[in-house]
């Protein structure tokens, strides 16, 4: 099974900027969707932004034009810059990847998922 790992969480303070990466551990499905998600204590997991093989991506409303998402096929890495952060946006952040397209970032169809990384943003 493919591992996941995140790094690039940390602190920072309202309108201030993050860079998230994950790297996997092998190569992938030939067609697939990465993606990023959110989790705090007590609430579900949900869809920040995703990305298809073939470069379609998606994103939650919330973050729609102050996230990016992107990857590095020579190094099996995605990221996710994130610019003018909200208190909001404070959370655990996690990779995933699953076959075949993105699904809407539902949770429940990603089968590889990273440990996470703590972002939290002070106002």
């Known amino acids: 099974q493919v591992q996941l790992e995140e790094s690039g969480g940390g602190s920072v303070q309202a309108g201030g900027s993050l860079r998230l990466s994950c790297t996997a551990s092998e190569d992938y499905y030939p067609y697939y969707c990465m993606g990023w998600f959110r989790q705090d204590p007590g609430n579900e997991r949900e869809g920040v932004a995703g990305?298809?093989?073939?470069?379609?991506?998606v994103y939650a409303d919330s973050v729609k034009g102050r996230f990016t998402i992107s990857r590095d096929h020579a190094k099996n890495t995605l990221h996710l810059e994130m610019n003018s952060l909200k208190p909001e946006d404070t959370s655990m952040y996690y990779c995933?990847?699953?076959?075949?397209?993105?699904?809407?970032?539902?949770?429940?169809?990603?089968?590889?998922w990273g440990q996470g990384t703590q972002v939290t943003v002070s106002s």
């Open positions: 990305i298809e093989s073939d470069g379609i991506q």
């Open positions: 995933a990847l699953k076959g075949g397209g993105c699904d809407s970032l539902d949770t429940k169809r990603f089968p590889n």
